[in-house]
């Protein structure tokens, strides 16, 4: 953890998980699933629903977010220092036991779905999304183009198994 000054003066600290698995290790056919898996974790655990984990974080005035990138999943917690155990508990209940519900995944892939709906309406996303693919060809990950079509082909299992095979502590690192 490191510490960091806000702006009214307290010292505040923050931690970080990373996880070495993003889209980068995602096959063709689950494309999506690292992404999808990021924006479930955080909405619940097998002590805490989602309501749960926000009124925890809102009770301290921190902040919990997670995401997924090529290279890795990052899940990051700030608090005040004094407050900081709030994230040194939230983050292993978060990475160990996620309950990842049906009705989540299947709100959040229905998230990721209208993200692919406004890069269809946006000639900038739309361009992007092309330029990486022209750059990377079909044959590489960062080449591939995110399609409603893949999206809706993942399920809840797919994300337990993905959870199963890279959320493992050999895999992850903590700053």
Not at 85 to 106: K, Q, R, W, Y
Request: hydrophobic share 50%.
């Amino acid at each position: 953890r490191h510490a960091i000054v806000d702006d009214l003066g307290g010292a505040r600290s923050a931690a970080q998980l990373a996880i070495r698995a993003g889209r980068a290790e995602e096959p063709l056919t689950r494309m999506g699933v690292a992404e999808l898996t990021a924006d479930v974790l955080l909405k619940g655990t097998k002590k805490r629903d989602a309501l749960a984990i926000a009124r925890t974080v809102d009770k301290v005035g921190a902040s919990i977010t997670a995401d997924a990138s090529y290279e890795a999943t990052w899940l990051s917690c700030a608090a005040l220092a004094r407050d900081v155990g709030t994230c040194l508990d939230l983050l292993p209940d978060v990475i160990v036991n996620p309950s990842f519900t049906a009705a989540e995944v299947d709100r959040a892939r229905d998230n990721l779905l209208a993200g692919v709906a406004r890069r269809l309406d946006d000639p900038n996303l739309l361009a992007g999304a092309h330029v990486q693919n022209l750059l990377w060809g079909d044959q590489h990950v960062r080449g591939w183009v995110t399609s409603a079509a893949w999206l809706q082909r993942l399920t809840r299992a797919d994300v337990v198994a993905w959870h199963k095979t890279w959320f493992v502590p050999a895999n992850a690192i903590l700053t």
